[in-house]
Antibody, heavy 122, light 108 residues
Framework: EVQLLESGGGLVQPGGSLRLSCAASGFTFSSYAMSWVRQAPGKGLEWVSA????????YYADSVKGRFTISRDNSKNTLYLQMNNLRAEDTAVYYC???????????????WGQGTLVTVSS | SYVVTQPPSVSVAPGQTATITCGGN??????VHWHQQKPGQAPVLVVYDDSDRPSGIPERFSGSNSGNTATLTISRVEAGDEADYYC???????????FGGGTKLTVL
């Protein structure tokens, strides 16, 4: 059974940093590209970033480019999101999701974690 | 970047058919995927590659994609289908995953 378990969320002040983790199990982690998606309170889904299976390629949403860094450790079956210079508008539940196939064209996000809440506030 | 439009809400009586659309310029040229999200839960993929269903998703869920509109159809709607539904696709011009704004399905 595919499982994705996010951690690392919490309350952080504007301008601060936070690192999210997503522990994967139930599939060959190193064979899949992965993604982060967030959802602000009461709002819709917003894609944040994606990373290829071997970690050699990444994509970022314009809203986070230059502030967030996606990475992965295939030896630990773990996906990361380093978030710097956080803003109030980054407040959201952050989900990790598995990309079913593709990289130069990303197809469906076929499994999602339960999410971790990040609150940016003074 | 590519813009997709979903109706904010759709209402349907139990047993009837719900149709949720995702509009975009020549969207037929893209693979469209649909996610269901119930309150307080993570999204679940219900249709991928326009019209395929993941294992475990009821046959009542189907999809199509033609012209400028992709459609998620839910037949014989049940109370448990009440949720937010999001279309998702890949925009090759911006190298971004795109989500529609979501449609809240209400079962009357």
């Amino acid at each position: 059974e595919v499982q994705l378990l996010e951690s690392g969320g919490g309350l952080v002040q504007p301008g601060g940093s936070l690192r999210l983790s997503c522990a994967a199990s139930g599939f060959t982690f190193s064979s899949y590209a992965m993604s982060w998606v967030r959802q602000a309170p009461g709002k819709g889904l917003e894609w944040v970033s994606a990373i290829s299976d071997g970690a050699g390629n990444t994509y970022y949403a314009d809203s986070v480019k230059g502030r967030f860094t996606i990475s992965r450790d295939n030896s630990k079956n773990t996906l990361y999101l380093q978030m710097n210079n956080l803003r109030a508008e980054d407040t959201a539940v952050y989900y990790c999701a598995r990309i079913s196939r593709g990289w130069w064209v990303i197809y469906s996000l076929d499994y999602w974690g339960q999410g971790t809440l990040v609150t940016v506030s003074s | 970047s590519y813009v997709v439009t979903q109706p904010p809400s759709v209402s349907v009586a139990p047993g009837q058919t719900a149709t949720i659309t995702c509009g975009g310029n020549n969207i037929r040229s893209k693979s469209v995927h649909w996610h269901q999200q119930k309150p307080g839960q993570a999204p679940v993929l219900v249709v991928y590659d326009d019209s395929d269903r993941p294992s475990g998703i009821p046959e009542r869920f189907s999809g199509s994609n033609s012209g400028n509109t992709a459609t998620l159809t839910i037949s014989r709607v049940e109370a448990g289908d009440e949720a937010d539904y999001y279309c998702q696709l890949w925009d090759t011009s911006s190298d971004h995953v795109i989500f529609g704004g979501g449609t809240k399905l209400t079962v009357l």
